[in-house]
């Protein structure tokens, strides 16, 4: 985004660079004032698809927005999940809107603001994760990955958040960190 380079020029300057690398083929435009560094397949050749990821944080952050990823990219983020959502979907505090980028789509769903008060942290996503699977579809091997996989820190922070979560996922958050249920 442009405004992420003020602190090295006026906002014309930095427009003009922008636009100078982006005809130099070193940096790709996506839509006005959101540009990325394009990657290659070096086996097949061709440009690969911008990372929706990056780009959703992007647009957050340009718009003054917070986001959470959804429960399905959540548990793919967090390797309890091989599936890999066919949508980008975004939980956020702001509206609710498509952003079409090529032949990809990002998914801002609105919702209230406490259901995203965990953005930042790691606690968001595990919480949208074990919410996916749900009560009746978490099993030990989630549990234990999660265990095995979440820093000192991170348990003491969901530890933390659980009092935010529903008494089912609490007793689960507990599980994981070993806590006492």
Partial sequence: MRHDFLDLGNIDAV????TRLSSDKIIRRLKPGLFDFPRFN???GGELSPDLDQLAKAIARKNGLRIQVTGAQAANLLGLSTQVPAQAIYLTDGPSKRIKIGNREIVFRHVEPRRIRMSKSKSGIVMEALKYFGQDGLNNKIIDTLRRELTGRE????L???DKAPAWLG?????????AA
Avoid at 15 to 18: D, E
Avoid at 155 to 158: G, L
Avoid at 171 to 176: G, L, T
Wanted: hydrophobic share 40%; charged share 45%.
């Fill in 42 to 44: 070096r086996k097949l």
């Fill in 160 to 162: 933390k958040d659980a």
């Fill in 15 to 18: 427009a003009k660079v922008l």
């Fill in 171 to 179: 007793k689960v958050i507990r599980q994981i960190t070993g806590e």
């Fill in 155 to 158: 348990k003491r922070q969901m």
